[in-house]
């Protein structure tokens, strides 16, 4: 709902979900992730019009993000890191999608992350807030140096990160991040896809590097210093 509705200025809160086609209000049991969609087998129940496919396969991702987490962190460190993911997840899709970061998403996660750091039994707030530096300044520079090559949404994104991992993971996901977009931007090019001059959208290696530092930095950090 969250990635349907930013990018078209809709509120979040109001009105009550409703089938993006014809607007009839939805039931409670039709908004049972992917089990809805499944049983109307794809359709809305009001007006038979079409739901995209990608609505419960965003659900799905969603659900598996949260159960891997599920299976590695408990407690205070679970909780945070699937703020973080949900966040992420609807960021990755609407730059995907839209080639945009709603500024009001990357606020909702600030301001969450800003309210869990205060209650991590690990990190103290001091870092969190080196995360946010950690994370937004890299971009930043880039974006000067660059005059522009990075988006104001990317680094926005990226400071929200620090602030939910702290200055060493989020650095690590940033490099996982341009590693994984370098790479897409080879094989869009090979394969022709794309010209040396068209953009990529960022969000979503953003997210998909936040997601490897969170599940293997600690291994990865560790392999690169025992090869030193
Ligand atoms: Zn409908």
Known sequence: M?????????????????????????????????????????????????????????????????LILASRFYGWQLVSLQVLAAVLISAAVIDYRHGIIPNSLVLAGFVLGLGLSFFNPVLGWQQHLLGVIAGGGPLLALAVLSRGGMGGGDIKLAAVMGLFLGPRLVLLALCLGSLLAGLAGMVLLLLGKKGRKDTLVFGPFLAAGAFAAIMWGQQLVAWYLSRL
């Open 2 to 66: 969250v990635i349907y509705r930013l990018p078209r200025g809709e509120s979040v809160v109001y009105p009550l979900s409703h089938c993006p086609l014809c607007r009839a209000r939805l039931k409670p049991a039709d908004l049972v992730p992917l089990v809805s969609w499944l049983l109307l087998q794809g359709k809305c129940r009001y007006c038979g019009g079409r739901i995209p496919v990608r609505y419960p396969l965003v659900e799905l991702a969603t659900g598996m993000v949260f």
